[in-house]
């Protein structure tokens, strides 16, 4: 997969910016606050339709308003593609060679994986942050999986608006209505649940490469996928529904007192390791950059199987925490493995020092050029 060409225009602070992209590697660079990161930011704005930097559209576009237009032409297997986002108003339109088409249909035309200079927070901060690393992978393959999250969540606001209401009225009916919700929120919930089980597992099973190469001292990195409640972890995700609906009923009171629901999917966690210590509380931050660098691999290596082709890796503040080895390692990698590249730095000239020369963007003022 290559995204041939990107084109932004009102996009934070970058102006008309159209902008031809190598197959492979290409190094993005610019001081801070010139848009740089706004140019990664359009390219996901094609493969995800939201924004790794914040969760509110309008946020995007520029300051003297919009509307925000994003577009890129993507060549992969299937044939050339042009994508297209804009942003007017408040409403968001998806466009496919022109034509308007639904969030379902979008995700997938341009494949890719992002890891954005504040990473490291996944894994300094809490299981939230967690989570969406774990649903943007599966999404990324199945976009139906949007669909299961909110699903998940109607029914979990079901039950917790019941459990708020409980001990004013523990009547019959409202126990019926309220074991009606917990049959349907276990039924969404062992869909989440075999979901990131298995993207997990995946996930574990292709870090080694990564590994080898952002970690040349020696160190095992592991990832495990820490469920809710803690007791389905070492059973077959098959048996996850009964699991779950039991400890539904068990929790019941103390989820009334507590007036949410206290376990579940919403709960899960992600664990990782180095050499069996939790990176989380031990690891330093060019250990936990090169952890995350290591998961997004696996994402890419998930997705390359998945598609069988290559598809797009975003990496903002490329240098940050990083040696020279363990950048030059990073660069082979990702040539080895066929991925086309966009690698954002701040620093002139790093690549130099790598030996290995890359076409280079330079962004300066909100306007890209070829350097």
């Not at 660079?29 to 309008?58: I, P, Q, V, W």
């Not at 504040?118 to 943007?136: H, W």
């Not at 039924?187 to 099973?205: C, D, K, P, Q, W």
């Amino acid at each position: 997969m290559w995204l041939r060409r990107l084109e932004a225009d009102r996009l934070r602070n970058l102006r008309s910016v159209a902008i031809d992209l190598a197959p492979g590697l290409t190094v993005i660079t610019g001081r801070n606050g010139h848009g740089k990161t706004s140019l990664l930011e359009a390219a996901y704005l094609l493969g995800t339709a939201h924004s790794f930097r914040t969760r509110t559209l309008d946020d995007l576009v520029a300051r003297d308003g919009g509307p925000l237009r994003v577009s890129g032409l993507v060549s992969s297997v299937p044939g050339d593609a042009e994508l297209g986002l804009v942003l007017d108003g408040g409403t968001r339109r998806l466009l496919l060679n022109g034509g308007s088409l639904e969030l379902v249909d979008f995700l997938g035309r341009l494949d890719l994986v992002a890891l954005p200079g504040d990473a490291v927070r996944t894994l300094r901060d809490g299981p939230e942050a967690r989570r969406r690393f774990i649903d943007s992978g599966v999404a990324g393959l199945r976009p139906s999986f949007l669909a299961e999250l909110a699903s998940y969540r109607r029914h979990l606001a079901e039950r917790n608006a019941l459990l708020r209401h409980g001990a004013r009225r523990a009547t019959e009916r409202s126990q019926g209505e309220m074991e009606a919700w917990e049959d349907r929120l276990a039924g969404a919930a062992a869909r989440i649940h075999r979901r990131r089980r298995e993207y997990v597992m995946g996930l574990t099973s292709r870090l080694g490469p990564a590994e080898r190469v952002l970690f040349p001292e020696g160190g095992e990195v592991r990832a495990r996928y820490r469920p809710s409640p803690i007791e389905s972890e070492q059973v077959d995700p098959g048996r996850f529904e009964p699991i779950y609906r039991e400890a539904l009923g068990r929790a019941r009171k103390r989820d009334e007192a507590l007036g949410f629901t206290s376990l579940g999917p919403h709960r899960d966690d992600l664990e990782l390791t180095l050499d069996g210590a939790d990176l989380r509380r031990f690891g330093s931050a060019g250990q936990l950059r090169a952890a995350m660098v290591a998961l997004c691999a696996g994402k890419l290596g998930i997705l390359k199987d998945e598609r069988r082709e290559a598809p797009l890796f975003l990496m903002d503040d490329f240098d940050s925490d990083f040696d020279d080895g363990r950048a030059r390692s990073l660069v082979d990698f990702l040539r080895n493995g066929g991925f086309q590249a966009l690698l954002a730095t701040s620093k002139d000239g790093w690549q130099d020092r790598l030996g290995c020369p890359l076409p280079v963007i330079r962004v300066e003022g909100g306007l890209a050029r070829a350097a």
